[in-house]
């Protein structure tokens, strides 16, 4: 994952939880309800609707879904506990590639919720556990990020074959038969969600749509060449990425519509966003990249690519 990465949140949806929105500049999709500051005394006063309220300790591992054996990898694990009707933030710690992350706040008759993800993990899911031992064991399901040099981008023209460009006449209408993302390495995965379109100022497009997904506010880390913003690519069980090792996806069609004029050898640019894990507060959230602040680094860099209009 680069550094200097932000992230905008906002992602709700057929999407990402039944139907992606996009709030503002800076929305985000929270992904669990707001926690509370940990009491002092979180460990013996576990509060009135606890079963039992002996002392626990909660030991988080992180195993990764991007290698043969799927591995104990070292990365960075996140908790909460949830009691007493509130929702109580424990904090991060690290997890090792032969050691887990212990927390020791907990009580039986709570519950645990934990995920996992880093720099080098770029997705983990978000799990739920009711604590009913002294001693209870976690693992978590991470995944390493692909690089961007390992992201396939095709076209597929109104025929249904691989293009890298289309031909134009003054006025014509032709649809794309959609933008494909794929990982084109072992052992990585990818989480694709919004694609971005740039039609130039100068552009002889009178129109450029994506009519099979929902247009969304522009992210506000979106380079000012872009124009809009859409909504393609679907969730998975458990926010699980969407493409690992050699998978891919096609998007919906892409529709384009020459002016008067006709188009002469211009680009048509497109870039994709993934959606990833970040903590936001004492929230886990899922969003694509953002300029909010505070900057937020996850997920993979944005990947673009062009079809050429003749």
């Known amino acids: 994952m680069a550094t200097g990465k932000q992230l905008i949140g906002g ?9 992606l929105i996009v709030g503002g500049a800076t929305g985000n999709l929270p992904y669990m309800s707001s926690a509370n500051p940990d009491p002092a005394n979180n460990g013996s006063n576990p509060g009135s609707n606890v079963a039992t309220g002996e002392s626990a300790t909660v030991s988080i591992a992180a195993f990764s ?12 694990v996140h908790a909460w506990r949830i009691g007493d009707s509130k929702t109580y933030d424990l904090g991060s710690a690290s997890a090792g590639a032969d050691s887990r992350a212990n927390y020791k706040e907990f009580v039986t008759g709570t519950s645990a919720k934990v995920t996992a993800f880093g720099s080098t993990y770029d997705y983990g899911i978000t799990k739920e556990k009711f604590v ?51 990982v084109n390495v072992n052992k990585r995965a990818y989480n694709p969600k919004v694609v971005l379109v740039n039609k130039a100022s100068n552009s002889n497009l009178s129109k450029v749509s994506m009519p099979n997904a929902e247009k969304i506010a522009m992210p506000s880390s979106a380079p000012d060449r872009f124009d ?43 870039a994709v966003l993934d959606s990833a894990p970040y903590i936001e507060g004492n ?24 079809i050429t209009l003749n």
């Open 11 to 19: 992602i709700l949806g057929a999407f990402v939880l039944g139907a």
């Open 132 to 182: 009913d031992q002294v001693s209870e064991l976690i693992n978590i399901k991470v995944w390493k990020g692909v690089s961007t040099s390992n992201i396939a981008v095709k076209f597929f023209g109104p025929n249904g074959n691989t293009v890298s460009s289309v031909d134009l006449s003054a006025d014509e209408r032709v649809t794309l038969d959609g933008l494909q993302v794929g």
């Open 228 to 270: 809009k913003a859409y909504a393609v690519y679907p969730a998975t069980k458990d926010k699980e990425p969407l493409l690992t090792a050699y998978e891919k996806e096609r998007s919906g069609s892409i529709v384009v519509k020459a002016g008067s004029s006709g188009t002469s050898g211009e680009p048509l640019e497109f």
């Open 283 to 306: 929230q886990v959230k899922w969003g694509v990249e953002n300029a909010a602040t505070p900057a937020q680094d996850t997920g993979v860099p944005m990947v673009t690519s062009s």
């Open 65 to 76: 879904q991007t290698s043969d054996s799927n591995a104990q990898v070292a990365t960075t």
